[in-house]
């Protein structure tokens, strides 16, 4: 009877504590992702022409609008709540919210103030380390630097390559202590998506 007791509470305690600010994220998140495949499609590695100059602003400013909301909407909850971690929206929720804040770069003060408090969940196992590696490299790439874990691209001659990164020879040892994939899959992965393939779940 103990150890049923135990597995129960267990289980309650995986149950994210706001389920409704989870479901609100998790919107968000498909509405952000919607959007942008669109501005892919739009524009697959660097279209070019008329056409896809038209389709390419409008997908680009339906995508402006998106983030802004999104960005306005978390920063009101981070101030109230503080950082919405596992314990509180669940791991695709606290996913959710790392991703809105990596589409942020409108307000790179936020975005480094959402590194310090998603580091504090990542050391209380409240928040995925990768996603603290993606957001790391987001905020010293808008710094001007080089990053660490190079999972920020950039398209040049119609093709993706790698931002500058720091100490490239053990980029992959970085990556693998991380979860993350290889680099040159890494990559691969990324071409396929611009080309128009969503990524399977």
């Known amino acids: 009877m103990t150890n049923l ?20 994220l998790l919107d968000r998140v498909k509405k952000d ?53 596992e314990a509180r929206v669940g791991k695709d929720g606290a996913h959710a919210a790392w991703l809105l804040v990596q589409h942020a770069d409108a307000d790179r003060p936020f975005q480094q103030k959402c590194l310090v408090l998603l580091e504090k969940a990542v050391a209380a196992k409240d928040a995925a380390a990768v996603d603290l590696a993606y957001l790391t490299d987001r905020v010293l790439v808008g710094e001007g630097k080089k990053q660490k874990y190079g999972t920020q691209l ?3 001659d119609g093709k993706l390559t790698l931002q500058p990164v720091e100490d490239e020879a053990k980029l992959d040892e970085r990556r693998k202590a991380l979860g993350l994939q290889p680099m040159a899959e890494y990559i691969k992965s990324a071409e396929a998506m611009y080309k128009g393939d969503k990524p399977k779940k």
């Open 5 to 24: 007791l135990c597995l129960l509470a267990l289980a309650l305690a995986a149950d994210p504590t706001e389920p409704k600010l989870r479901q609100e």
């Open 33 to 85: 992702q919607d959007a942008r495949f669109a501005m892919i499609a739009a524009d697959p590695l660097g279209g070019k022409g008329e056409a896809d100059a038209k389709k390419r602003a409008e997908a680009l400013d339906k995508l402006a609008t998106i983030d802004a909301d999104n960005r306005e909407w978390l920063k009101g909850v981070i101030d109230k709540t503080g950082w919405p971690g």
């Open 154 to 156: 950039l398209t040049k």
